[in-house]
Every structure is written in C-alpha cells, then in structure tokens.
C-alpha cells in the first residue's frame, strides 16, 4: 500500500467537508463587507472641523441647531442651518425636503449624510429631539464633553 494513496470514500468526504468550510468562508467575507457597509458613524462638530470625517463616506454628524443660522432658500425645500457643540465648533448643513415638526434653534439634531471638500455637510436625513428633555445620546455626550465648567448645568 502506498502512502499517499486514499480511499474513494474519504476523499470524498474530505473533499466535502473543505468545500462546505470554503462556503461558509465566503459566505461569512459577503456578510461582514454589507455589515460594515450599513455602519454609520456618529461625528461632533469638534471632529468634523478637525477633518475626522471620511469625505464622501455616508455618516451622522450632530449638535445644537445655533440661532439665527436658519437660511430658507426662496421657491424650494432647501434649508441650510450651522450646528455646534456650543463651545465654538461649528459647521454647515444643507438639507432639501421637509424638516420634523420639532426642529428649530437651539434644539438638537442628528443629521445622515455626506461631507463635501468644503466642509459642507450634505444631509438625507434629519433627526429632532420629541420633547422638551430629550437629547439624542450622541448630541448629550458631546456636549458634555466640551463643557468646561462642572458646575455648568
């Protein structure tokens, strides 16, 4: 009998078992690119001043909506507002199509979109609080990160 010889039936079954785990191996590559296709990102304005922000990439940015920065485009859906994080980041987000009820000056929002080379943040999607308490968790974290003094509520 020879060394390398095998019998049919194991070769078969071997020959199965390395397909089924090539499957599964492909299978699995599919899975996690769509999964980390799908992620989007949270940003503060404090990281999309500093660049942070993958241009192009879809991803959420947020903060506080600053007063007076609401400019409505005359005879279209266009809206363009500056959000902050209230301690001097701040940039620019455009947006066409019906903003939430619940949208206005210094109120939170969590915008879905684009970063442009500019820095003009290109928004699908846009995100207000649902009542006078809520903030949504990202805006909350950020704007307490910046806060530089304790005691300030």
């Known amino acids: 009998m020879k060394l390398g010889a095998m019998k049919p039936q194991r070769r078969n079954r071997l020959l199965l078992i390395l397909g089924l785990v090539g499957g599964l191996g492909l299978a699995l590559t599919f899975v996690l690119k769509a999964l980390n296709s799908n ?4 940003y503060t304005p ?3 001043i500093a660049g942070e922000v993958p241009m192009g990439a879809r991803v959420r940015a947020g903060g506080m ?3 007076g920065s609401i400019r409505r485009s005359d005879g279209s859906l266009e809206v363009a507002f500056i959000v902050s994080d209230l301690a001097g980041a701040a940039f620019e987000i455009r947006y066409t199509g019906i903003l939430p009820d619940l949208f206005r000056e210094g109120q939170g929002v969590v915008a879905t979109g684009t970063l442009s080379q500019d820095g003009v943040f290109f928004a699908e999607e846009i995100l207000a609080k ?3 308490k809520y903030m949504p968790p990202e805006v909350a974290m950020a704007l307490d990160a910046t806060r530089q003094d304790p005691l300030q509520p």
Request: charged fraction near 25%; avoid cysteine; aromatic fraction near 8%.
């Open 65 to 67: 909506v600053e007063a």
């Open 130 to 132: 649902h009542d006078e």
């Open 46 to 48: 404090v990281q999309v």
């Open 39 to 42: 992620i989007n990102l949270f």
